[in-house]
């Protein structure tokens, strides 16, 4: 595949966001579901439901298991709090999952724990959801870990919905059973190369994370003619934290109307230009998660 890529501009992104319209309700937006979060990780969960709150959709529910909704409660009084199964761990429940089948746009995986039950939960979408459906970080290396490679690829090519995967090399690796090394031969151009790849062969968008410094690849539309190369950002996002943010955003970008490349270029062009702004103030070494997600409505009003 030769397909040109290009570098992401404040124009492109600007015409790839939903409009918002002066007649409007909630419902006009849609509704993003956000599957994240564990009593080890319970930071992941709230910091892609910020990130979510700031993209745009007219919902956004937080799927946790019941004892960390219980201590969520109040934490983050816009978003809808909902427990997917009892206890303080992830356990597939399919009646329990069917409750958010509904929503827009789903992004999950973040902070969930590399686990058999999410593996299963994240199975159990791709194979009955019909929406928009982001999986990240341990979504993809339960995939990876409890299905291989090539169980994670038939269920890819065979899912019912849209989907955005979100890895970094190690996380690409685990999926495509390429080393990391490997993928990063030649500056990076090998991982580029397998990005392109495994979304015209198994039907998914791609975002790969850190190709190159801070710069994301993003891969996606029919038999991946679609390439862009986000260049916004800095070294203040190598910090655990900033891809759950980037996650929600995406997911809300994606439930508000945009389709999931459009979504994931935004996403990241405006997480990397948001880092970028509070850097000015906090320094990329003490740039935070948190800090990204508050300067996301001022990189959306740079555009």
């Known amino acids: 595949m030769k397909n040109e890529?290009?570098?992401l501009k404040s124009a492109d992104v600007k015409a790839m966001l939903p409009p918002r319209k002066a007649e409007s309700d909630k419902g006009t937006y849609g509704k993003a579901a956000i599957v994240a979060g564990s009593m080890r990780y319970s930071g992941a969960a709230v910091l892609?439901?910020?990130?979510?709150?700031?993209?745009?959709?007219?919902?956004?529910?937080?799927?946790?298991?019941?004892?960390?909704?219980?201590?969520?409660?109040?934490?983050?009084?816009?978003?809808?709090?909902?427990?997917?199964?009892?206890?303080?761990?992830?356990?597939?429940?399919?009646?329990?999952?069917?409750?958010?089948?509904?929503?827009?746009?789903?992004?999950?995986?973040?902070?969930?724990?590399?686990?058999?039950?999410?593996?299963k939960i994240v199975a159990f979408l791709l194979k009955n959801y019909e929406g928009k459906l982001l999986i990240d970080a341990d979504g993809i290396n339960a995939l990876?870990?409890?299905?291989?490679?090539?169980?994670?690829?038939?269920?890819?090519?065979?899912?019912?919905?849209?989907?955005?995967?979100?890895?970094?090399?190690?996380?690409?690796?685990?999926?495509t059973?390429?080393?990391?090394?490997?993928?990063?031969?030649?500056?990076?151009?090998?991982?580029?190369?397998?990005?392109k790849k495994y979304a015209a062969e198994n039907g998914v968008t791609v975002l790969l994370k850190g190709?190159?410094?801070?710069?994301?690849?993003?891969?996606?539309?029919?038999?991946?003619?679609?390439?862009?190369?986000?260049?916004?950002?800095?070294?203040?996002?190598?910090?655990?934290?900033?891809?759950?943010?980037l996650a929600g955003l995406i997911a809300a970008i994606a439930a508000s109307g945009a389709d999931l490349y459009?979504?994931?270029?935004?996403?990241?062009?405006?997480?990397?230009?948001?880092?970028?702004?509070?850097a000015k103030q906090t320094s990329e070494y003490a740039l935070t998660a948190t800090k990204i997600a508050e300067h996301i409505g001022k990189a959306i009003l740079d555009l």
């Open 177 to 195: 059973g390429i080393e990391k090394g490997e993928l990063l031969d030649g500056g990076g151009a090998r991982a580029i190369e397998e990005a």
């Open 211 to 245: 190709v190159s410094g801070a710069k994301s690849l993003i891969v996606g539309g029919e038999n991946a003619e679609n390439i862009a190369l986000n260049a916004a950002g800095n070294s203040g996002q190598a910090k655990g934290g900033s891809g759950d943010t």
């Open 48 to 119: 892609a439901a910020q990130g979510a709150l700031c993209g745009g959709a007219g919902y956004v529910a937080l799927c946790v298991p019941e004892k960390l909704k219980n201590a969520l409660i109040g934490r983050l009084p816009e978003v809808i709090l909902l427990d997917l199964c009892r206890g303080s761990e992830w356990k597939f429940r399919p009646k329990k999952l069917q409750t958010i089948l509904q929503y827009n746009a789903i992004a999950a995986g973040m902070g969930m724990g590399n686990t058999k039950n999410t593996a």
């Open 262 to 278: 459009s979504a994931a270029c935004a996403g990241a062009y405006l997480a990397g230009k948001s880092a970028e702004l509070a």
């Open 144 to 175: 990876a870990r409890f299905y291989g490679a090539d169980g994670a690829a038939g269920l890819f090519k065979a899912k019912k919905c849209a989907a955005l995967i979100t890895p970094h090399p190690l996380e690409f690796a685990r999926l």
């Open 5 to 7: 890529i290009r570098i």
